[in-house]
């Protein structure tokens, strides 16, 4: 039983989280190399303004990151809450063979 747990465990959890932060790696290193081309056009072209739809498009990608911030705390906060009331059940004391009796 714990072994199927194990396998849909990993294939409903584990591995999608694993995907996402690949994803946000990506996508942290896209913004690195915008941000290296937005310093670099700042540089040509002096100070300059910024964009309207620039500022609406930072905004709402902060937006987002609190959002995802705020979502991934409360996952782990769950799945804590779901392995402490685990642990109550499940007790990971060590495995003892039990004594035989004796009349010594």
Known sequence: MTGKFSSDWELAIDLPLGVV???LARIEEQLRQL????RDLLQ?????QRNGAISVRLEN??????SIGAFISGLEAEIEAT???SD???SHAPYRKPSPDRDD
């Open 83 to 85: 392995r402490r009331s």
């Open 35 to 38: 941000n290296t081309r937005a």
């Open 61 to 66: 990608i902060n937006k987002a990151l609190d």
């Open 44 to 48: 040509e072209r002096g100070a300059g």
């Open 21 to 23: 932060a690949s994803q």
């Open 88 to 90: 109550a059940v499940f």
